[in-house]
């Protein structure tokens, strides 16, 4: 079984504020940096840290190479990403004294796929495989219904969530990887039990989990409900969190080990990448987390 991202990647713009900046306000930062990101690419790293077979296919200007480069110290197979006439994906990150984010994104080469681009990168792809996506890509309807014809399991995170998300043909999807926000959002419901009693009705054959910030984290499979608490560890950027837990949980979940434990694993090394500056940069590794 092997991982294919099909997904954005970004170079972070990282400026560390007091307090996110308000309207009509100039403020100064303490501190800036450039690092590699984007929810594709930084969920890559994650499945390949946690010890995953995975395969990432983004697009980039010649000013990302340095990014690709980097996912491949990590396993990444990045044979597939496409180098083109184009800019890198940009994202301009304020982190404030708490913690919290707030991110501002320009897609460059991420939302310039083709369409006999997509479907080249999926024709290497089996019954079996995982493609694993994010909404900071174009084409995603037609991504998720040529990997479903191919018998592939479709993950799907919709972050950042917008208006396109509820278009897309979910009913295809095997797993949703939301927040509380997007849960809501995708359901109209609030509280956790009937975000997950919602999803259960709606797409009564996907597994969920759904993390809910310092309230912790749930998987449903199969119908079956599993609850893990956070771990309380210091934070220092929020950046990248659910990227990591993503790539935790499905790299211990399908690896066969069960909801409980996987959720425990991605609890566990999103604790450690909060605790971290930077998004890709902060994900550990898999010895770190064990
Ligand atoms: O999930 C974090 C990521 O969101 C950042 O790395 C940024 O690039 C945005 O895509």
Redesign the pocket.
Known sequence: MRFLVLG?M?I?NTFSVEHIVREGETISSHGMSRSA???GA?QSASLAKAGANVCFAGKCGSDGRWILDLLKTYGVDVSLSIVGECNTGM?M?QVDDKGQNS?V?DAGGNRLWQEDEVKTILSSFNEGDVIVLQN?INLLPLIIEEAKRRGMIVVLNPSPFDNAISSLPLDSVDWFFVNEIEGKALTGEDGFDEILNAFKKLYPGASIVLTCGKKGAYAMVGGDICYQEIIDYPVVDT??A??TFLGFFLSSFLRGESAEKSLLTATKASAIAVSRKG??RAIPLKTEVL
């Open positions: 954005s970004n972070d990101g984007g929810k930084n994202a990150i991110i994104l900071e950046t990248g659910g990227d998004a890709m």
